[in-house]
């Protein structure tokens, strides 16, 4: 069961939903209980579930994780997408990154999964093109740089979601608070490039905090 409250959806929407659910998977859930233990930011389950059937259904072999943290996002990715799948997953924090390593060596997916200890912007400008799927959900300030950096690396059917786009919902209000203001002007360029870009055809959509989701034109 979710710890928090829903940022989109109803009460009793949201409780519908989670009540047709299938049983958590056990490391996924423990995954879960880690994270919110830890004040660690990971993907609503909602989202993983997205995240999941989306690796599955695009057929992604080559998927690149922009921001890692427990390792929660790479795991769901590696295991929907299949054994011929490969995911790149890049943390700056050295300390999560060990704590990441040990859940997929828990899951079996050492061979699957490639972390990278680095700056996000960095290492994306190292990537070369093919990218078949990409999953930001780290610096929020970076999110337009994360875009451009990636958008001419996809493949031609490549596939782009992004988490906490609404971020708090504070991306849709007209009063921002003072910090959250660098945060909320990323995003808002984000998403506009997301539903405006030619190269892109994108949708926001209402799942946890708001989840960008893009295809390759």
Not at 35 to 55: H, M, N, Q
Not at 135 to 156: F, G, M, N, Q, R
Not at 176 to 200: G, Q
Request: charged fraction near 30%.
């Amino acid at each position: 069961m979710k710890e928090t409250f829903d940022a989109i959806l109803k009460p009793d929407q949201a409780g519908y939903l989670e009540g047709i659910e299938p049983a958590r998977d056990a490391l996924l859930a423990e995954m879960e209980h880690y994270a919110k233990e830890r004040g660690e930011p990971i993907s609503d389950p909602e989202v993983a579930s997205f995240l999941a059937v989306t690796a599955r259904a695009s057929g992604a072999r080559a998927i690149v994780e922009v921001g890692t943290n427990i390792g929660y996002g790479a795991i769901v990715l590696a295991r929907a997408a299949g054994p011929d799948a490969r995911v790149v997953t890049i943390e700056k924090d050295p300390k999560r990154v060990d704590v990441a390593k040990g859940f997929v060596a828990k899951a079996g997916l050492e061979s699957r999964i490639e972390i990278r200890t680095a700056d996000a912007l960095a290492e994306l400008a190292k990537l070369g093109p093919g990218i078949d799927l990409v999953y930001i959900d780290c610096v929020k300030e970076d999110y337009p740089a994360y875009l451009d950096i990636v958008l001419p690396k996809l493949s031609a059917k490549g596939v782009v979601i992004a988490d906490n786009v609404l971020w708090k919902g504070f991306v849709a209000a007209k009063d921002v608070p003072a910090h959250e203001t660098a945060r909320v002007a990323a995003l808002r360029a984000f998403n506009e490039k997301i539903l405006t870009d030619s190269r892109l055809r994108g949708v926001v959509l209402p799942l946890g905090d708001g989840v960008a989701y893009a295809v390759r034109v």
